[in-house]
């Protein structure tokens, strides 16, 4: 709190000072500060209100982590770029500047069945989701995994154990190796 309200006290006033620069016309007698302890409580009240609702809910999800801003971003801040083939392309570093990377390869990993001497491979151009891995989903037809049905395998990573899942609309057979990798970040990883 005192971080806050020290920050607002040297601050504040530039942003209002920028604000009347910028010719916005406000009641300045009104003005609050929006941590002060009035506005904190309205807002801590509705939070619990809406979850007591189950309008907000706690969960392990995937987010958008953004290097540049050091910060996790909303799906609507998220610019999506289809790259069809492997290419080079900026992206902007944090001291300034940018820096070229490689988008759009897509590298295997191969995930040990638990408690049998088999194998998944799995293709993805999202290294950085991995971590987030809830599941590998495989068609329920695909005849080179339905032996596999049921089982879990080992990630790669971090060790943990996660199960297989079979699912017709996320895996294709004719895609890649056939099997997915299903995040935290997708409903399936939790309907599963």
């Known amino acids: 709190d005192a971080e806050v309200w020290k920050w607002y006290k040297q601050y504040g006033h530039a942003i209002d000072g920028q604000l009347e620069r910028l010719g916005a016309s406000l009641d300045w007698s009104r003005r609050v500060f929006t941590m002060d302890d009035?506005?904190?409580?309205?807002?801590?009240?509705?939070?619990?209100?809406?979850?007591?609702?189950?309008?907000?809910?706690?969960?392990?999800?995937?987010?958008?982590?953004?290097p540049?801003?050091?910060?996790?971003?909303?799906?609507?801040?998220?610019?999506?770029?289809?790259?069809?083939?492997?290419?080079?392309?900026?992206?902007?570093c944090n001291k300034g500047g940018s820096r070229v990377v490689r988008a759009g390869e897509i590298d295997i990993f191969v995930y040990r069945v638990q408690g049998q001497c088999d194998e998944i491979r799995v293709a993805t151009t999202r290294l950085e989701t991995m971590l987030g891995d809830a599941a590998i989903a495989v068609h329920p037809d695909d005849s080179r995994y339905k032996h596999l049905h049921g089982c879990s395998v080992v990630h790669p990573m971090d060790g943990r154990v996660i199960p297989i899942i079979c699912d017709a609309e996320l895996a294709d057979p004719e895609v890649g190796t056939g099997a997915v990798k299903v995040n935290y970040g997708l409903q399936l990883g939790v309907m599963h």
């Open 38 to 66: 009035e506005r904190s409580n309205a807002v801590q009240e509705a939070f619990v209100r809406l979850f007591d609702e189950g309008h907000v809910y706690r969960s392990t999800r995937l987010v958008h982590w953004s």
């Open 68 to 92: 540049h801003l050091r910060s996790a971003i909303s799906d609507i801040e998220v610019e999506y770029d289809d790259i069809p083939t492997p290419r080079d392309i900026k992206i902007p």
